[in-house]
């Protein structure tokens, strides 16, 4: 069984710019969450999504947003890049919210 | 708020030694506590996890125990192999909206010296 799979696995960006992070979950995982994982601050929850709806949402600015489609593959989109939005972004599958989390390998995301 | 402590920071040991990495949380309600291993490269690996109903879970060399009532718990990796090396976060999940949100701790990294 295929792991959770992030593309692209790098990215660089200039700061105004936006970008789009696409994580296909486990098959048969319906839930999908997204964290931002900085050497200062950690793993830090952005949302999650179950069944294309978000369930749940991290103390983030609107800068950054998500979806689920119906094959429950999600996307985050960050829009007006900033150069504190360097970080690698990760996202865990679940067969539902309250299920084990798998990571991906996530996107490594540097603003200049 | 939600809040996960995990100490130490780093830790180094010798290679067939014990280490033990321990976390403290501060909702009351969370009942689930996952272990995750980091490599260089790589996302989050789940190692063990312990649910609030269990005192103590094995599996090899790794253990974790949990203390509901000093709401800490901890990992336990005896006989450590260099293969060890890496990053261990711990997390406590809260409960919201109906889901459930993982808070991670900081991080630890763990060398295992030959």
């Known amino acids: 069984k295929a792991g959770v799979t992030q593309t692209p696995r790098y990215l660089i960006k200039t700061r105004g710019q936006q970008v789009t992070l696409s994580c296909s979950p486990i098959?048969?995982?319906?839930?999908v969450s997204w964290y931002q994982q900085t050497p200062g601050q950690g793993l830090q929850f952005l949302f999650e999504?179950?069944?294309?709806?978000?369930?749940n949402k991290g103390n983030f600015p609107g800068r950054f947003s998500g979806r689920q489609f119906s094959n429950s593959r999600s996307e985050m989109n960050v829009s007006t890049l900033e150069l504190g939005d360097s970080a690698l972004y990760l996202c865990?599958?679940?067969?539902?919210?309250?299920?084990?989390?798998?990571f991906g390998a996530g996107t490594r995301l540097s603003v200049l | 708020g939600e809040n996960v402590e995990q100490h130490p920071s780093t830790l180094s040991v010798q290679e067939g030694d014990s280490a033990v990495i321990k976390c403290t949380y501060s909702d009351s309600a969370s009942n689930y506590f996952p272990w995750y291993k980091q490599e260089l490269g790589k996302g989050p690996q789940l190692i063990i996890d312990i649910r609030s109903n269990v005192g103590e879970k094995k599996d090899q060399r790794i253990a974790v125990t949990l203390n509901k009532t000093a709401k800490h718990f901890s990992l336990h990796i005896t006989e450590t192999q260099p293969e060890d090396s890496a990053v261990y976060f711990c997390?406590?999940?809260?409960?919201?909206?109906?889901?459930?949100?993982?808070?991670f701790g900081k991080g630890t990294k763990l060398t295992v010296n030959p």
């Open positions: 997390a406590a999940s809260i409960s919201q909206g109906g889901s459930e949100k993982l808070v």
């Open positions: 865990a599958s679940s067969l539902d919210p309250t299920g084990i989390q798998y």
């Open positions: 098959s048969g995982h319906r839930s």
């Open positions: 999504y179950f069944s294309e709806t978000q369930r």
